[in-house]
T-cell receptor, first 111, second 111 residues
Framework: KQEVTQIPAALSVPEGENLVLNCSFTDSAIYNLQWFRQDPGKGLTSLLLIQSSQREQTSGRLNASLDKSSGRSTLYIAASQPGDSATYLC??????????WGAGTKLIIKP | NAGVTQTPKFQVLKTGQSMTLQCAQD?????MYWYRQDPGMGLRLIYYSASEGTTDKGEVPNGYNVSRLNKREFSLRLESAAPSQTSVYFC??????????FGPGTRLTVL
């Protein structure tokens, strides 16, 4: 059974720092991996989608990498800002076309 | 485009009461999903509909029923609510294998 783990559960860093969020999964048979952002009391917003054949995707200050063989993905945030404070969720699409979710990393950027 | 809309935003039920959560999307997506989100856990799939006219169980379907009314609308029904169903419920839609778009969520409390 596919399991997705995100460590740490919470992270607090000063504004301006570069940071990395981690996601690991147990079964490499995935179609894609997706990173989402969730603000308190709100829905989820898609940040990046990496197809299983790809190694990374970039959007602005965000860069996501995928290493299928080791079951790992990272989300790199450059020059963090207070507006980046949110919970970041990782999900993998399994062989049944269903998304399996991690519990998220709550990120706080201190001004 | 409104994207994915959900009603109601908040609901309080007594144990044993029934209710239907409504979801609609205007992006002409084929697939629609119902998730629940509990504190400290990732999203868990309740039911999904890969296309109009089809529905399938997800990871946690017990106590729920769904209806794919047409291509736009996908409803979730609780026939006899239980305190264990207190959660935040999200509806999502997608073209297959693409990113999922989420509604704002319904916060349900069962007393």
């Amino acid at each position: 059974k596919q399991e997705v783990t995100q460590i740490p559960a919470a992270l607090s860093v000063p504004e301006g720092e570069n940071l990395v969020l981690n996601c690991s999964f147990t079964d490499s048979a995935i179609y894609n991996l997706q990173w989402f952002r969730q603000d308190p009391g709100k829905g989820l917003t898609s940040l990046l989608l990496i197809q299983s054949s790809q190694r990374e995707q970039t959007s602005g200050r965000l860069n996501a990498s995928l290493d299928k063989s080791s079951g790992r993905s990272t989300l790199y945030i450059a020059a963090s800002q207070p507006g980046d404070s949110a919970t970041y969720l990782c999900a993998v699409m399994d062989s049944n076309y269903q998304l399996i979710w991690g519990a998220g990393t709550k990120l706080i950027i201190k001004p | 485009n409104a994207g994915v809309t959900q009603t109601p935003k908040f609901q309080v039920l007594k144990t044993g009461q029934s209710m239907t959560l409504q979801c609609a999307q205007d992006m002409n997506h084929n697939s629609m999903y119902w998730y629940r989100q509990d504190p400290g856990m990732g999203l868990r799939l309740i039911y999904y509909s890969a296309s109009e006219g089809t529905t399938d169980k997800g990871e946690v379907p017990n106590g729920y029923n769904v209806s794919r009314l047409n291509k736009r609308e996908f409803s979730l029904r609780l026939e006899s609510a239980a305190p264990s169903q207190t959660s935040v419920y999200f509806c999502a839609s997608t073209l297959q294998l693409d990113t999922q778009y989420f509604g704002p969520g319904t916060r349900l409390t069962v007393l």
